[in-house]
Nanobody, 121 residues
Framework: VQLQASGGGLVQAGGSLRLSCAASGRSYHMGWFRQAPGKEREFVAAIDWSGSTTTYADSVKGRFIIYRDDAKNAVYLQMNSLKPEDTAVYCC??????????????????WGQGTQVTVSS
């Protein structure tokens, strides 16, 4: 499985960005994580293989939306009302096993390269 994230950039606080993750192969559970300088990688959002179940970190709930388009083998993260503390490198990941936690890094089998998101105040 190959994953490629894109769509990052520089945006002012309160603005929006949409990240895309292109995936090769079959449909899997997918997740977005982020890592800010000097901090550990943290969970942002996840969606199951069918698109019917989504999970969000408390810090982004109500502002970010994760969704998928299996016809395009893509997963998206719509980020609204961005804050400076959202600044980080965002990565997408694929989880192949059922019954694993969508919020834990260890649950994911494949990772893509990240895309930088910078939110200015």
């Amino acid at each position: 499985v190959q994953l490629q994230a894109s769509g990052g950039g520089l945006v002012q606080a309160g603005g929006s960005l949409r990240l895309s993750c292109a995936a090769s192969g079959r449909s899997y559970h997918m997740g977005w994580f982020r890592q800010a300088p000097g901090k550990e990688r943290e969970f942002v959002a996840a969606i199951d293989w069918s698109g019917s179940t989504t999970t969000y970190a408390d810090s982004v709930k109500g502002r970010f939306i994760i969704y998928r388009d299996d016809a395009k083998n893509a997963v998206y993260l719509q980020m609204n009302s961005l804050k400076p503390e959202d600044t980080a490198v965002y990565c997408c990941a694929a989880r192949t096993k059922f019954g694993t936690s969508p919020e834990q890094l260890e649950s994911y089998d494949y990772w893509g390269q990240g895309t930088q998101v910078t939110v200015s105040s």
